[in-house]
């Protein structure tokens, strides 16, 4: 099960994991009500804050079950388990969804499950599947790809998109001394030895906007050498022959910046890297800081600005599905208002607007999904959109559209 109609006791299912659910049983006892954690005050209200969830209790499968089948009026379940695939976790983050729907029916963001439901206040507790067997089973972002280390079993499994490989030589040759997932947030200090043999990097479908930062320092500081690599187009293939000079722009369309002292001497000497996004339209425009708070204010308005434009930023997302600025205060998230705000220090807000704004509040959205259309969607079905006409600045959320026009399509790495 997706979905629900609560209101036609009608369900959303996805014919999908044939063959891979076992164990069916009716399940929604008190025991498996989440947060899990019931009758713990601490732990509970530190889950329900990680969700921004302060409703009720919810009916929900035991650990590692998704939902086959309900009875609303006896608040049971059917629950089913999904086989695991070599070493490969099947079920990953949980999600509490309220206001998202599809094809009529409350229902969890693609590439996620029924694990709960509260009938009542209509929330849906949703768990991602990392099995698939198709793209669009998959969460926002993430590929259907073949489980390399298990590939006798024919395992499918959900991955971030794009990878980097560090090569022992130049120009994307010899041994590979790592390859990491591009994903935005994903960052690894103390390379180790390995490190200090990479000279070369190749990009394997790598979104357009994709960040990449190098540093000869263990813990990213650009004390020593380092270099920031920003793809300008989505990228299936291509080699930054050198991490010290331009990369042939024939092969990979990056901008290569921050090399020092002039003339670099980064390569094989690479010790640390991170990955951040930028969000871009279509029209190569880029979402950047833009009118800063007023004093005693807490929340910045955002603007649309050439992506390498001093207002332009580095943005990542976490898997609670807030987006920050790298470099910021972490309890600061792209916020949308909906239905506006007005806050309790006089900030005002219209609807629609979006701003920088505390993570933890209620009154409005800080949770997106970056669908496979382009769209950057908050889960009340509205979408990032950016205004008409060329030198109009200041983006704002709508009503998400299908057929998805080109005001509504982001290239972002999350």
Request: proline share 5%; net charge neutral; hydrophobic share 35%.
């Amino acid at each position: 099960m997706t979905g629900i109609n609560i209101d036609t006791s009608s369900i959303l299912c996805l014919d999908a994991y044939d063959g891979l659910l076992f164990d069916e049983q009716v399940d929604g006892s008190p025991a498996t009500q989440w947060p899990r954690e019931e009758g713990v005050p601490f732990i509970e209200s530190v889950v329900r804050a990680s969700h921004a969830y302060f409703g009720p209790t919810l009916h929900s499968c035991s650990k590692d079950r998704v939902m086959t089948g309900v009875h609303l009026g006896r608040n049971a379940f059917l629950c089913s388990q999904l086989r695991r695939l070599g070493v490969i976790e099947v079920l990953g983050r949980y999600q509490v969804v309220q206001r998202q729907t599809r094809n009529g029916a409350l229902a969890c963001p693609l590439g996620m499950a029924m694990a709960g439901l509260h009938a009542g206040n209509r929330t849906l507790l949703c768990a991602e599947v990392r099995l698939c067997r198709q793209n669009d089973q998959c969460s926002a972002g993430n590929r259907c790809k073949t489980n390399e280390a298990r590939a006798r079993q024919n395992g499918l499994y959900c991955r971030p998109p794009g990878a980097v490989r560090l090569h022992k030589d130049d120009n994307c040759r010899g041994d590979i001394v790592r390859s990491v997932g591009a994903a935005s947030g994903t960052g690894i200090r103390n390379l180790g030895s390995g490190g200090d043999d990479a000279r070369s990097a190749l990009f394997l479908g790598v979104k357009d906007g994709t960040i990449m930062e190098v540093y000869d320092d263990s813990n990213f500081s650009k004390g020593d050498d380092f270099a920031i690599i920003t793809t300008r187009r989505d990228v299936a293939a291509g080699c930054v022959g050198n991490l010290d000079l331009p990369p042939n722009r024939t092969i990979l369309d990056v901008n290569v910046s921050g090399t020092k002292p002039t003339g670099g001497n980064l390569a094989g000497k690479v010790s640390s890297l991170r990955f951040f996004s930028q969000i871009k339209h279509t029209d190569g425009r880029c979402l950047g800081r833009g009118v800063p708070a007023r004093s005693g204010h807490t929340a910045e308005k955002l603007l649309l600005g050439g992506c390498a434009d001093p207002g332009a930023v580095q943005w990542y997302r976490f898997e609670d599905g807030t987006i920050k600025i790298n470099g910021l205060r972490l309890d600061r998230c792209l916020a949308a208002f909906v239905d506006g705000f007005q806050s309790e220090i006089g900030e005002s807000f219209q609807p629609g607007e979006v701003a920088l704004k505390f993570c933890d509040r209620l009154q409005y959205d800080v949770r997106w999904t970056h669908t496979p259309e382009g769209q950057l969607k908050i889960y009340s079905n509205y979408c990032l959109t950016r205004p008409d006409g060329p030198l109009a600045r200041t983006p704002r959320i709508e009503p998400c559209q299908l057929p998805v026009p080109e005001t509504q399509i982001w290239s972002a790495n999350f």
